[in-house]
Antibody
Framework: QVQLQESGPGLVKPSQTLSLTCTVSGGSISSGDYYWSWIRQPPGKGLEWIGSINSIGSTYYNPSLKSRPTISVDTSKIQFSLKLISVTAADTAVYYC?????????????????WGQGTLVTVSS | DIQMTQSPSTLSASVGDRVTITCRASQSISNWLAWYQQKPGKAPKLLIYKASSLESGVPSRFSGSGSGTEFTLTISSLQPDDFETYYCQQYNSYPLTFGGGTKVEIK
């Protein structure tokens, strides 16, 4: 059973870079048709997709974040990461990592089948 | 971007009730729609994909329907464990977008 776990600083200063890592266990990060994603949820609000990366390194980002995020994969560590530059208080949220859903030989790149537990990142001086 | 609009935002119901949540897309997304359930302080959990396909292990009282721009999530007989928040999400095109959520609360 695939498990994901986010890690990183819980407090980031405004204008700095938010860096989070998602460690994957119970499965390979480099094989298959999997997509690895980051989603966030501001306190008391809804879900926002940040971006995704696939097993060959192609990336897709939410244009609303104006080229601030970068998602990368470290296959040797079975991890993928999120960097979000120039953060403001509006970036305060619970950040989730997720893997796409595959069943019966079909994979759905945009469906989040497995989620980490989430990590709260607060942007404040 | 495809906008996803859920209604209602809050729904008050009793155990045993049949409830329906609606999700509308700003343009056609075929059947590329997923539904998630979220408990407070927890990550969302996938319930339904491809508009009407039930994720393994999800109780059969949950069902999804629709295509194009209008979709519904129905809980046939509400159980105590179902009083949570539900989100729809389109995966027809990037950026992936979620509806605003529907909180199902006890009447």
């Amino acid at each position: 059973q695939v498990q994901l776990q986010e890690s990183g600083p819980g407090l980031v200063k405004p204008s700095q870079t938010l860096s989070l890592t998602c460690t994957v266990s119970g499965g390979s990060i480099s094989s298959g048709d999997y997509y690895w994603s980051w989603i966030r949820q501001p306190p008391g609000k809804g879900l926002e997709w940040i971006g995704s990366i696939n097993s060959i390194g192609s990336t897709y980002y939410n244009p609303s974040l104006k080229s601030r995020p970068t998602i990368s994969v470290d296959t040797s560590k079975i991890q993928f990461s999120l960097k979000l530059i120039s953060v403001t208080a509006a970036d305060t949220a619970v950040y989730y990592c997720a893997r796409s859903y595959c069943t019966g030989g079909s994979c759905y790149s945009g469906v989040m089948g497995y989620w980490g537990q989430g990590t709260l990142v607060t942007v404040s001086s | 971007d495809i906008q996803m609009t859920q209604s209602p935002s809050t729904l008050s119901a009793s155990v045993g009730d049949r409830v329906t949540i609606t999700c509308r897309a700003s343009q056609s997304i075929s059947n590329w729609l997923a539904w998630y359930q979220q408990k407070p302080g927890k990550a969302p959990k996938l319930l339904i994909y491809k508009a009407s396909s039930l994720e393994s292990g999800v109780p059969s009282r949950f069902s999804g329907s629709g295509s194009g721009t209008e979709f519904t999530l129905t809980i046939s007989s509400l159980q105590p464990d179902d009083f949570e928040t539900y989100y729809c999400q389109q995966y027809n095109s990037y950026p992936l977008t979620f509806g605003g959520g529907t909180k199902v609360e006890i009447k």
